[in-house]
């Protein structure tokens, strides 16, 4: 079975940088997609990043296109999202998500695995 562990969330100022974790158990974790997605109190979880099973391919979402940056390090079964330029609309809880497949992915429904979440909160 798959577990998935964020961390790196944090209370932070407008502008400020930040870098979130995912941490994967097993070695299938190399062939899985993977992908970040966000949740705003009385708000839908959104998409945001994600990236295919070398890292070869990302896809962002429009909101964070030119800030954020997602990586993986297969060989430390680990995921990141480093957030720059962070702004107070970025406030969510942050989830690590895996799927099964091999390709990116922009939707909740195509993730098999999710972390706990991790809350990033921006102030103005």
């Known amino acids: 079975q798959v577990q998935l562990v964020e961390s790196g969330g944090g209370l932070l100022q407008a502008?400020?940088?930040?870098?979130?974790?995912?941490?994967?158990?097993?070695?299938?974790?190399?062939?899985?997609a993977m992908g970040w997605f966000r949740q705003a109190p009385g708000k839908e979880?959104?998409?945001?990043?994600?990236?295919n099973w070398s890292g070869v391919n990302t896809y962002y979402a429009d909101?964070?296109?030119?800030?954020?940056?997602?990586?993986?390090?297969?060989?430390?079964?680990?995921?990141?999202?480093?957030?720059?330029?962070?702004?107070p609309e970025d406030t969510a809880v942050?989830?690590?998500?895996?799927?099964?497949?091999?390709?990116?992915?922009?939707?909740t429904s195509e993730y098999d695995y999710w972390g706990q979440g991790t809350q990033v909160t921006v102030s103005s």
């Open 15 to 32: 502008g400020g940088s930040l870098r979130l974790s995912c941490a994967a158990s097993g070695r299938i974790f190399r062939s899985y």
């Open 45 to 51: 979880r959104e998409f945001v990043a994600t990236i």
């Open 63 to 87: 909101s964070v296109k030119g800030r954020f940056t997602i990586s993986r390090d297969n060989a430390k079964n680990t995921m990141y999202l480093q957030m720059n330029s962070l702004k």
């Open 94 to 107: 942050y989830y690590c998500a895996a799927r099964i497949l091999a390709t990116i992915g922009t939707m």
